[in-house]
Nanobody
Framework: QVRLVESGGGLVQAGGSLRLSCAASGRTFSSYTMGWFRQAPGKEREFVAR????????SYADSVKGRFTISRDNAKNTVYLQMNSLKPEDTAVYSC???????????????WGQGTQVTVSS
C-alpha cells in the first residue's frame, strides 16, 4: 500500500553533513506521520525523528537535537533528514517509516523502507 525507498547515505568524516531522502509511493502519503529510525550493529532500532502531517510539528531524539532536521515535501512524496555535525556514534542503517499515529516506537509505524547506510569516520 505504501512503499518507501531511502537514499543519500554514504561515508562522511566526523563533523560533516549528509542529507537522506525517503521517496514514498501511495495515494495517501500526506496523511501519514513520517519517522526516521536507525540501527547500529548489535543494537536495537531506535527512534531518530518524526514529522506530522501538517509539517510544522517535529520531534527528535535527544541524541540528535540541534544537529538533525526532518522535513517533508508532500508534493514530491518525499521526507528528508538533514544531518549536520555528524559523529562516529551516528553510524547506523537509517530507515524511514510511515504511521497513522504520533509515536516514537517501532510498533507505531506500519510501513518501512529498506534502509541506507551512514558511516561516520573519526
Amino acid at each position: 500500500q505504501v512503499r518507501l525507498v531511502e537514499s543519500g547515505g554514504g561515508l562522511v568524516q566526523a563533523g560533516g553533513s549528509l542529507r537522506l531522502s525517503c521517496a514514498a509511493s501511495g495515494r495517501t502519503f500526506s496523511s501519514y506521520t513520517m519517522g526516521w529510525f536507525r540501527q547500529a550493529p548489535g543494537k536495537e532500532r531506535e527512534f531518530v525523528a518524526r514529522i506530522s502531517r501538517n509539517v510544522v510539528i517535529t520531534s527528535y531524539a535527544d541524541s540528535v537535537k540541534g544537529r538533525f532536521t526532518i522535513s517533508r515535501d508532500n508534493a514530491k512524496n518525499t521526507v528528508y533528514l538533514q544531518m549536520n555535525s555528524l559523529k562516529p556514534e551516528d553510524t547506523a542503517v537509517y530507515s524511514c517509516a510511515a504511521g497513522t499515529t504520533w509515536g516514537t516506537r517501532v510498533s507505531d509505524y506500519d510501513y518501512w523502507g529498506q534502509g541506507t547506510q551512514v558511516t561516520v569516520s573519526s
